[in-house]
T-cell receptor, first 112, second 120 residues
Framework: GESVGLHLPTLSVQEGDNSIINCAYS??????FIWYKQESGKGPQFIID?????DKRQGQRVTVLLNKTVKHLSLQIAATQPGDSAVYFC???????????FGSGTRLLVRP | DADVTQTPRNRITKTGKRIMLECSQT?????MYWYRQDPGLGLRLIYY???????NKGEISDGYSVSRQAQAKFSLSLESAIPNQTALYFC???????????????????FGPGTRLTVL
């Protein structure tokens, strides 16, 4: 079946450095992608989204890049802070699906 | 904020018991979802509902049932709990609008805080 996966299960970065979390998707029909952040004991929280007609979208300290050629998503976090420590999920969907398919998640650890 | 609430937050039960997890939302969304999360895995969809009269199975519905009592309430039941149903359960809601301010149809979902269920 179609799935969304992640390359790195755990990423450890120094506070202040930039973080890059990667995700591969396999459904070429997916046209909308979301990054979620899940802190311990909480539900996933929306961070940023991107449509398939875009290559890049920026938020406050986050940037999502989409490479449709290789079916790859990345989430870049600038100047990583301790509060960024969490598990990050990518998810994909399409107009025809109405359902989200989640990747397995990457844990981001920020070292002081 | 508590737009999506789940009760209970934690539950320990025994094999064979019937369990109900409840979800309520104040976002006014029509669509509601139940997911299951296992350690090291992403969220998997159990059931979803697009309105009170529209309930659909997700990818892992066996052993579960749901009830959409009202637009704001969506309950998940385990008729006879078994140990491999030990997991974290999340309820989510969505409207038929994306956050990008563009055309409708994108499916941003808002999640509750989760219920940790342990079946002994």
């Amino acid at each position: 079946g179609e799935s969304v996966g992640l390359h790195l299960p755990t990423l450890s970065v120094q506070e202040g450095d930039n973080s890059i979390i990667n995700c591969a998707y396999s459904n070429s029909a997916s046209d909308y992608f979301i990054w979620y952040k899940q802190e311990s004991g909480k539900g996933p929280q929306f961070i940023i989204d991107i449509r398939s007609n875009m290559d890049k979208r920026q938020g406050q300290r986050v940037t999502v890049l989409l490479n449709k050629t290789v079916k790859h998503l990345s989430l870049q976090i600038a100047a990583t802070q301790p509060g960024d420590s969490a598990v990050y999920f990518c998810a994909e969907t399409s107009r025809s699906s109405y359902k989200l398919i989640f990747g397995s998640g990457t844990r981001l650890l920020v070292r002081p | 904020d508590a737009d999506v609430t789940q009760t209970p937050r934690n539950r320990i039960t025994k094999t064979g018991k019937r369990i109900m997890l409840e979800c309520s939302q104040t976002k006014g969304h029509d669509r509601m979802y139940w997911y299951r999360q296992d350690p090291g895995l992403g969220l998997r969809l159990i059931y979803y509902s697009f309105d009170v009269k529209d309930i659909n199975k997700g990818e892992i519905s066996d052993g579960y049932s749901v009830s959409r009592q009202a637009q704001a309430k969506f309950s998940l039941s385990l008729e006879s709990a078994i140990p491999n149903q030990t997991a974290l359960y999340f309820c989510a809601t969505s409207d038929f609008m994306g956050t990008s301010g563009g055309p409708v149809s994108y499916n941003e979902q808002f999640f509750g805080p989760g219920t940790r269920l342990t079946v002994l």
